[in-house]
Structures are given as structure tokens and as C-alpha cells.
């Protein structure tokens, strides 16, 4: 069974269009993240939900908007789609938002923007 | 200053080589502190966590130097599966503040 799962895997769209990616997880944890990795492999955090209530919002453009519907899903709506946001997106989760705990990743998104 | 800084590689050793990895961090805040691995166009996965009194996991060593703001991860006998990035992560401990990722270290273990 996938702890973590993402879909889709790979995403290959037009420039303005609009897309989500989908993240569920069955580890029974209270906290979920997006990350978005770019060429150059830098991992970062986009935003963090615990029991569904949105705790880190780093500095992201609003055509970005995370939506919880419940513990065990993070989903990602993308509007305009843009070149730079080609990159690698990651789900992870973590039982307790501590900072303390190891954090599951799933095996990410490839968005390619045209 | 980034606020956490890793030199980036490749590091290419021959299997059974020893091979060490620093990582520096800015914020004397941080209290929680991982290595993660990343396979090739894998994702992380959590290698260890880094504890004050230093800590070892069969061929791993990692140690923390709280007064430096580094830390460190020590392969013995590196094999060929090593090969991957390994990424030194940093946190404050709290959940309002995200964990940072250092953009990773890559080796490269040769036959």
C-alpha cells in the first residue's frame, strides 16, 4: 500500500491553463505539505495544513491554493499556468506539525508548462 | 547567507571508501535536524535524525556542533546502493515554521 500518494505523476500542459494535483495519504497523520522542487533540486516548502487548517503559507503566488478537504487529503489548484512553475511537486505528511517528526513523501509531480 | 548550505558534489568514492558530508545552518534557533536521501528523480526519504550526542546507524555516523551551527554525516564502507543526494534539513522545532531543505549533496559510489 502507498503511503503517500500523488496524482497525476506527470503533467504536461499549456501556459494560462488551469490544473490541481491530488495528494492522499493513509499513515493516519494530522499534517500534510506541498513542495515544490525546481531544476536546480531546491526543495521547498509551499504550504503545510494540520487537521485541515492551513499553518505555514510561505511566499506563494495566489494563483496557488491548497484545499484540505479532510486529514487524510491535500490538494493543489494551480490557475494561470506560468513557464517557471515547471518543477517537481511533492506531498508529504507527518504525524504532529513539530517540526520534530520525520515527514513522508510522495513520489511527486512532474509539471512541464509549454 | 542561505540558510542552510551544503556543498553540492559530486563526491565520487570508491566502494568501501569513507565519506563525509558537512552542513552549515544560520538560524541558532534550529532544534530539530535530519539527513534525507533522494534517489534519482525519487523522493526524499528520511535518512536520519541528527541528536546532540551525535548518533550512528550501522554505516552511519551523524554528529551535531551546535556552537559551529553544523552538522555532519560520516558513509563507512560506502556501496554502490549509496549512491544518491543527501540532503542535511533543518527546523526550529515549531510547527508554524517550516522545515529548510539543503539543496543536497550528491555521490556518487564507483565499482
Known amino acids: 500500500d502507498t503511503a503517500v500518494s500523488q496524482t497525476p505523476k506527470y503533467l504536461v500542459t499549456q501556459m494560462g491553463n488551469d490544473k490541481s494535483i491530488k495528494c492522499e495519504q493513509n499513515?493516519?497523520?494530522?499534517?500534510m505539505y506541498w513542495y515544490k522542487q525546481d531544476s536546480k533540486k531546491f526543495l521547498k516548502i509551499m504550504f503545510s495544513?494540520?487537521?485541515?487548517?492551513?499553518?505555514i503559507n510561505e511566499t506563494v503566488p495566489n494563483r496557488f491554493s491548497p484545499k484540505s478537504p479532510d486529514k487524510a487529503h491535500l490538494n493543489l489548484h494551480i490557475n494561470s499556468l506560468e513557464l517557471g512553475d515547471s518543477a517537481v511537486y511533492f506531498c508529504?505528511?507527518?504525524?504532529?506539525?513539530?517540526?520534530?517528526?520525520?515527514?513522508?513523501f510522495g513520489p511527486g509531480t512532474r509539471l512541464t508548462v509549454l | 547567507r542561505k540558510e542552510v548550505e551544503q556543498d553540492p558534489g559530486p563526491f565520487n568514492v570508491p566502494e568501501g571508501a569513507t565519506v563525509a558530508f558537512n552542513c552549515t545552518y544560520s538560524?541558532?534557533?534550529?532544534?530539530?535536524f535530519f539527513w534525507y536521501r533522494q534517489d534519482c528523480r525519487k523522493e526524499p526519504k528520511l535518512l536520519m535524525s541528527?541528536?546532540?550526542s551525535g548518533n550512528e546507524d550501522g554505516r552511519f555516523t551523524a554528529q551535531l556542533n551546535r556552537a559551529s551551527q553544523y552538522i555532519s554525516l560520516l558513509i563507512r564502507d560506502s556501496k554502490l546502493s549509496d549512491s544518491a543526494t543527501y540532503l542535511c534539513?533543518?527546523?526550529?522545532?515549531?510547527?508554524?515554521?517550516?522545515?529548510?531543505f539543503g539543496k543536497g549533496t550528491r555521490l556518487s559510489v564507483i565499482a
Open positions: 508529504a505528511s507527518s504525524h504532529g506539525a513539530g517540526g520534530y517528526n520525520e515527514q513522508f
Open positions: 499513515l493516519g497523520h494530522d499534517t
Open positions: 495544513y494540520n487537521n485541515k487548517e492551513l499553518i
Open positions: 538560524n541558532s534557533a534550529s532544534q530539530s
Open positions: 541528527v541528536y546532540s
Open positions: 534539513v533543518v527546523g526550529t522545532g515549531s510547527g508554524n515554521t517550516p522545515l529548510v
